[in-house]
């Protein structure tokens, strides 16, 4: 498995995090109890899985807590709930952190993971992209690739979830500067920690250049800049016989225009 994540800069970027800068999480937390009461369901032994212990045992100070570490620390059919907590996007294998969330899993148990999705940060994405490219001519990695919603689901399905549902939420953040950004995602434990970063302080000349053009393309009238950061959700079911199952396709016994109450329309395949 190819090591997309380097593991101690990862766990050396998230000790220096401050917990008031985890505005995101916050938001996750709160994404997470309003998930839990449209359920409506009385969870026994919930289990969460994240990089900032901390944070997660204050929201839910009943939970085991288990480090997102590449093998899990997860029993098989030991918990109705579980939770993957903003660190999804740093996984090496994603698929087979699902799986062995599912596998902890007892029938019918629930589980629902949050992490920054691929609008994240585009902005900034694209501005240190052109301005590396200006000044030196290439590009080297330094933001971690991150999920698109239109795939996510699949990734469920993968790892054998029942009733898969994926979606988002895009979130706006303004900064006086790029800088004043970069500042908060150190705050953040979210600095590159990718295993194929450049290993020395970025040229301040691309720094500057990346400034300008974020301030040029992504700056509001009161001279701010904006960040988009899009947290993914996503929903599963660990299998049960008593669960709903989807019809086969073909099965309908019942016409859509019938239902709706209208005239139902044959398409010419000829095209005329």
């Not at 899993?105 to 902005?123: I, K, R, S, V, Y």
């Not at 991150?146 to 054998?160: K, N, S, T, V, Y």
């Not at 004043?180 to 920690?193: C, F, I, Y």
Request: proline share 6%.
């Amino acid at each position: 498995m190819p090591q997309l994540t380097d593991r101690a800069a990862l766990a050396r970027n998230r000790r220096r995090a401050e917990q008031g800068a985890l505005f995101l999480h916050a938001h996750a937390a709160d994404e997470v109890q309003e998930r839990l009461r449209e359920v409506n369901r009385t969870f026994q032994s919930m289990a969460i899985v994240t990089g900032f212990p901390d944070f997660w045992a204050d929201m839910f100070p009943m939970a085991t807590i288990v480090p997102d570490e590449d093998i899990l620390d997860l029993h098989p059919d030991t918990h109705d709930l579980v939770l993957h907590m903003m660190s999804l996007h740093w996984a090496n294998d994603p698929v087979g952190q699902l799986v062995q969330c599912r596998h902890a899993l007892q029938p019918d148990g629930m589980f629902l993971a949050c992490f920054p999705g691929g609008q994240t940060l585009h902005e900034l994405r694209a501005t240190l992209a052109e301005a590396e490219a200006r000044i030196v001519g290439g590009l080297s990695p330094r933001i971690a690739p991150m999920g698109e919603i239109r795939d996510l689901g699949g990734l469920l399905q993968r790892a054998g979830f029942a009733l898969p549902v994926a979606d988002g939420t895009a979130l706006t953040a303004s900064y006086a500067t790029p800088f004043d950004l970069m500042h908060d995602l150190r705050k953040m434990g979210e600095a590159n920690a990718l295993t194929g970063r450049i290993k020395h302080p970025t040229r301040r000349s691309i720094l500057s250049e990346a400034a300008a053009i974020y301030a040029a393309n992504f700056g509001d009238d009161d001279g701010r800049i904006r960040a988009t950061f899009e947290i993914i959700s996503l929903t599963g079911w660990a299998p049960a016989d008593h669960q709903q199952k989807p019809l086969r396709p073909g099965s309908a016994t019942t016409r859509l225009a019938e239902v709706l109450g209208t005239t139902e329309t044959t398409l010419d395949p000829s095209g005329d």
